[in-house]
């Protein structure tokens, strides 16, 4: 039909990539026990990052990241994410 105009189909948009809040006031709090092992863990994992990359990061956002990259795997990929595979391992 010619005089129709013509319709474009869009690929539906991609979610953007879930990101940590970062550098911000955040105003919810949630505790978390760990073991001192755990907390040596990501108190080693920060001083690291600040050696070997030059990043200067609490552990509070070392966590918030770490939350969001298994967050957004487990969006991505469902029953095939880290965090489901090693949930299931335990």
């Known amino acids: 039909m010619p005089d129709e105009p013509s319709r474009v189909v869009q690929a539906a948009e991609e979610p953007a990539p879930r990101r940590s809040s970062g550098r911000v006031r955040h105003d919810e709090k949630m505790t978390v026990y760990v ?3 755990e907390l040596l863990d ?3 994992a920060r001083l690291t990052l600040r050696r070997d990359q ?3 990061v609490d552990r509070g956002r070392l966590v918030r990241e770490a939350v969001a ?4 795997d487990l ?3 469902g029953e095939d994410s880290e965090i489901v ?5 335990r």
Do not use: I, Y
């Open 35 to 37: 073991t001192a092992e």
């Open 42 to 44: 990501l108190e080693h």
């Open 54 to 56: 030059g990043l200067a």
């Open 69 to 72: 990259m298994a967050l957004a």
């Open 75 to 77: 969006e991505s990929n």
């Open 85 to 89: 595979r090693r949930l299931l391992a």
